[in-house]
């Protein structure tokens, strides 16, 4: 009973019931991705292009599709990834979706975000100091500000 509530009312855990019924009435599986994602395609746009959607595995995060499977998505190619025989060069990472607002975001080095103790400034950093403009004659030095 909670399955079929879920997939009534919500769109963002899977697919919805009139998604469902549409992929299975029109829908050809064209593959499916890494991330266990599933790509279809069936039917015609009204631009003349095959319309093309996909089946989340978990919550439908747009950033959870790999590039070639973008790529396909936004009718780049033609040719879906599942077909090609493409090998990744060296120097390119795997694919990650976007995690931000997630416990697994990136937090640099001393943001209040890590836990623990920030790290000292360097020396390349003088603080500012309230009605101090250079840090000696109240002045700034710079001509855009009209003294010199």
Do not use: C
């Amino acid at each position: 009973m909670w399955n079929l509530l879920v997939q009534t009312f919500t769109w963002w855990n899977g697919q919805t019931m009139g998604t469902r019924f549409a992929t299975w009435r029109f829908g050809k599986r064209v593959g499916e991705d890494e991330f266990g994602n599933v790509y279809y395609e069936g039917g015609m746009s009204s631009y003349g292009l095959p319309k093309r959607w996909v089946i989340y595995k978990g919550y439908a995060e747009a950033s959870a599709i790999p590039p070639g499977w973008h790529g396909w998505m936004h009718h780049r190619t033609d040719v879906p990834p599942s077909k090609e025989n493409y090998v990744a060069k060296e120097w390119q990472k795997p694919h990650r979706p976007n995690h931000t607002g997630s416990p697994q975001a990136y937090r640099p080095p001393g943001s209040i975000a890590v836990p623990g103790e920030r790290p000292r400034v360097t020396g390349d950093y003088d603080a500012w100091t309230p009605g101090n403009l250079d840090g000696s004659t109240g002045r700034s030095q710079d001509p855009a500000f009209g003294h010199n």
